[in-house]
């Protein structure tokens, strides 16, 4: 089959819509299908365009088989609301004007957050042509929940277009459990809802075969033979990352542990600014890295602080670097609520503490700090629960039947 998919956001751009979308896609045709991704020139999080790449009205290029066209969007940094809601708005503008240039599909997938990728797929699915709803994340209301925006006229008018998609979609991919009464709520029905979880690629997220280049890492970096706790992924507000300083501030006199960040997003710059305030000599802020550095990241990490704020709304998340730092026999501090804690307890593969305690992170890492053995227990409890369940592979095929079903009821419909 021919797979159409609309996203934000694709390689190199290194957050998890872009590794997942990507991961999905090169298994596909690995398989034997077509897959065509319309996405954005590559500028996240910072909103600058990517070395080797323009922000033009169209361009194609070909990515591990994989046939990627780009629009125009207006650029925009990962930080505030009207300016990413301009950002989004453009790309569905860009699709719709390069609509005619489109290869037709025998399936369409829209990946959201933001729903005008939504409208972007639902313009090219026809009433034979399914369309498929892919809900990485609950927006608008993730971003109300962390106070980028006040709930008012405009965030009212996102949640009808969101209510609005859930409906008319032939199907909605979820990628949690608890997304799903949300979206059966919103949609009038569960029916045609499926869960396709986040995973990990396990050849890429190899532990033996990055291990040269977490030692290279160590000395660029200049961590030494530290225990190193690492946050990597987005400084946004929904990470609550004030408290990974706080722990960093408790274990100062420990000279033996350090706190990695690496990433980038909206808070980046306030972190760097506090760390430096409080003479934080055990963290370092390092910025983005490209994903050929991510295994080679994890393996020089001691333990991974996967974090969030405390929420109800984050309760349903599952933050894709958790099955990363599985895969990589990492053990994780958790701080985040609900589902995400039930997939760690049935793992093992790591200790959960109260979201936003810098006292209980602190706690945490001096425990694997002091125990390799506890750590090294916990790590390999997780790479064997991600490979059990997890595999990026097994989810792609489970993915391709949803497809595959959705198109067959498709054309058995009357006309």
């Known amino acids: ?10 390689p190199p751009e290194v957050n998890a819509p872009a590794s997942r ?17 319309v996405t954005a020139a590559p500028s996240h999080p910072a909103g600058k365009v ?33 300016l990413r809601i301009i950002n989004y708005v453009s790309y569905f503008l860009s699709v719709a004007v390069q609509g005619f240039r489109l290869p037709a599909a025998d399936v369409v997938i829209s990946s959201s957050p933001q729903f005008f990728c939504g409208l972007a797929g639902r313009m090219f699915q026809r009433r034979h042509r399914p369309w498929v709803l892919e809900i990485r ?25 969101e209510a609005w998609a859930y409906r008319r979609a032939d199907r909605v991919v979820a990628v949690t459990d608890s997304f799903v009464p949300f ?10 809802i499926a869960v396709i979880k986040n995973g990990a690629d396990l050849d890429f997220y190899d532990p033996a075969a990055a291990a040269d280049r977490g ?30 300083l706080d722990a960093a501030g408790r274990t100062r006199d420990r000279d033996d542990i350090v706190y990695l960040f690496v990433g980038d997003g909206a808070e980046r710059r306030d972190l760097v600014a506090a760390a430096e305030a409080r003479a934080l000599t055990n963290v370092r802020i390092v ?36 099955f990363e730092a599985m895969a990589m026999r990492r053990p994780i501090i958790l701080g985040v609520e609900g ?31 002091s125990d390799p053995a506890l750590a090294m227990t916990l790590g390999n409890a997780g790479r064997a629960y991600v490979a059990t369940h997890f595999n990026r592979e097994s989810l792609a095929n489970r993915y391709a039947d949803v497809l595959a079903g959705a198109i067959a009821e498709k054309q058995l419909a009357p006309r």
């Open 339 to 369: 589902e995400a804690k039930a997939l760690l307890d049935a793992s093992g593969g790591g200790v959960a503490v109260t979201p936003e305690s810098g006292a209980e992170i602190a706690a945490a890492v001096l425990a694997m700090a």
């Open 1 to 10: 089959m021919h797979i159409l998919v609309f996203t934000h956001y694709f």
């Open 137 to 161: 994340d609950l927006w608008p209301e993730s971003i109300v929940t962390v106070g980028a925006v006040k709930r008012g006229r405009l965030i009212r008018m996102l949640e009808a277009i």
């Open 183 to 192: 979206i059966a709520a919103r949609r009038g029905t569960s029916e045609g």
């Open 21 to 37: 979308l990507f991961d999905l896609a090169r298994l596909w045709v690995a398989a034997g299908h077509r897959v065509t991704v």
């Open 50 to 82: 990517y070395p080797g790449y323009e922000n033009r009205l169209f361009a194609r290029e070909t990515i591990a088989g994989i046939d990627v066209i780009r629009v125009w969007t207006w650029l925009a940094a990962n930080e505030g609301f009207a």
């Open 215 to 244: 030692r290279e890492l160590r000395e660029e970096l200049g961590l030494g033979d530290r225990f190193v706790a690492a946050y990597v992924g987005t400084h946004g507000m929904a990470q609550g990352l004030g408290a990974v």
């Open 287 to 322: 910025g983005q890295r490209p994903k050929s550095d991510m295994p080679g990241i994890w393996s020089l990490t001691g333990a991974s602080l996967v974090v969030l704020r405390k929420s109800d709304t984050f309760k349903s998340v599952l933050p894709s670097k958790m």
